[in-house]
């Protein structure tokens, strides 16, 4: 997860950030972008590819923090838009109760989902987005896969921090477990 | 609830049609059409006019039998361009999982919806429609209205059947019960 | 899927039951019972185990027709009774809809689940049974599993008719794929 | 929303909680405790009466936050025993996604909930409680009421921070918005 924009952002510094992190669960909202059928049927997952802190590379979900003051959905488009460009065109869900909630742990057998930095509860949306993606500078690359590629073996070994685990719950809401 | 396309298909006899009604439930879709803002949230809600059995006229969502051998999402959409026209361009959800089942019986005490001609089971959807919408012949008109005013007791009590109770349910899955 | 006890009932005779099944799709309730602990998670999940039409033996979950007139919980309740016993306890959820819904085709290919018999679509729900359960006439037995040992390939491959593919949806529901 | 035994429990100073109020969203549970049928249908709902910090009396539904490193079932079963007693016995859902997400702002025209003293972010759930409850030192009493009384306006007009429209989102959820 990044939160180089929201720093950017300058709604909590650094070293505030760094404290709630020892203190608090942090509230993220993450984003598993698709492109579906005319009949909603998932067709290809988007999956970036990040660079993480140890300087190794992760398949990875759109997501980020929550704001002070901000609503979950702004934070959504927010967070999309930084990651997916500005002409992606999402369509967010009616309903605001998300598939599912990923609580990620410093310590990474609580859960199976694992965050060294924090304790951090993300609210999961599968989001079908339109419009033309381009990855934007905190992401190396953005592929389409099939459902079946997203939630193979070797695919899915490119995770980290559980996220592989995020994908295929993702894949079952829409049906699309192989 | 109108079943006039669907008898046209001819998969089934309108003798066999009444044979089976009068013997097991009859599986349907139904769809909440609505307008929605760029962050997902529910703008205006689309409601039919329709002319019933006995010559009155009631407000009605989108609705009709799922077909022998017919997926789901085939049915949703089939029904949604026979009620809204072939450019109404709904956004079917990406789970199939329906956000409320209504149990329509002869016997309006059973479950407060009800259905003179039969036992029928309906799979409730929320329906995002980008498109240009024409209400289609079975349909007198249809009408935008916001949640506040589709929920309004003016409104409800235009419904039949207890589909004032659905139209609260979708907005309340919508989070936009006023 | 068993249909034994239904006919019993007798509200459809074999004949009237095989002539719906050539033309309307058949409503069925589907349950995978769960043992639960005392913050809700699913600790493990009841299989059956079922002689089919074809002579060979499969796992099965809990499934069953709704009846005429029947209401959905009811449905529930009698199928689950009717599977696991008298004092198996079970817990429905609050909410009637499903977490998914299962469409059935004589053909395999269309949906990936199968029954030869018939177009069947069935509301399936995740239920928590909490008291004594023993497996009826219809079923050979029933086995209790971890979410890891149900969704490991040797046991998937002893389901039938795709319904491997369910018990790891609903796992996934539970937040216990693995 | 009271959050008296968090600080006993020490893992966050009054100091240091005022400091991330007013800096980042606040992670909550809130539970709707309900009495259900064996079929599972709510037949009542359980409200507390609240003293509130400007001496005034509220209806209020069980909530409370999430702790560092605290997982969300384990949060929920915390804020049920504080509020409920000992020997609720509450029957938590199967999945963890909350049937609602609920933003409560400072300022009370974003959303409609309000908390004058924070950004708090609650998932919502509706659990059925099985035991004897008793309301502890944090409420005065603990009404059981129909889904109808509930849902009254005499009863509605007795919450406050926008909670009614919560009671009701509940409601329908269980299908039971009369």
């Known amino acids: 997860m990044s939160d180089t924009l929201d720093l950017a952002a300058g709604w909590l510094s650094t070293d505030d950030l760094l404290a709630a992190r020892g203190t608090l669960p942090i509230l993220y909202v993450e984003a598993i972008p698709v492109r579906v059928d005319a009949a909603g049927r998932i067709t290809a997952v988007g999956l970036l590819l990040r660079a993480r802190p140890d300087g190794t590379v992760s398949r990875a979900v759109v997501a980020g923090r929550v704001l002070y003051r901000e609503r979950i959905r702004d934070a959504l488009i927010r967070h999309l838009e930084k990651d997916l460009g500005a002409v992606a065109l999402p369509r967010l ?86």
Do not use: K, N
């Open 93 to 178: 869900p009616v309903s605001i109760a998300p598939f599912t909630v990923v609580e990620y742990f410093p310590d990474p057998s609580v859960s199976g989902f694992h965050d060294p930095r924090q304790h951090a509860v993300a609210l999961a949306y599968v989001v079908p987005v339109d419009g033309d993606c381009v990855p934007s500078q905190s992401a190396i690359d953005l592929a389409w896969l099939t459902p079946q590629e997203a939630t193979s073996e070797a695919v899915l070994a490119e995770f980290s921090g559980g996220q592989d685990r995020l994908i295929r719950l993702a894949m079952a809401h829409g049906g699309q477990l192989p």
